[in-house]
């Protein structure tokens, strides 16, 4: 069987290694810097700890948990929309 996804509107940030404390604020928290020298940042995910690299897209989902995306899989899942 195949399956369509659904056209649902995502929340997303690109992490650029400078945001990580925009990032904290907009995911309440969920997601932190790891380190000053490591620039991933954790998230705290439904499945568990998942970690975010510069850029990584950090994605707020339908159930408002956040996870980590690689930019290339956002850009082929996902297109920008005009609000």
Request: proline share 2%; with cysteine.
């Amino acid at each position: 069987m195949k399956y369509r996804k659904k056209p649902v509107v995502i929340d997303a940030m690109l992490y650029d290694g400078t945001n990580a404390n925009a990032i904290r604020e907009w995911s309440s928290g969920r997601a932190l810097q790891c380190t000053t020298y490591d620039k991933r940042v954790t998230i705290h995910t439904l499945e568990g700890d998942m970690f975010g690299n510069v850029g990584d897209y950090i994605i707020k989902g339908v159930a408002n948990e956040f996870y980590p995306c690689k930019a290339e899989i956002f850009h082929a899942t996902y297109e920008k929309v005009d609000e």
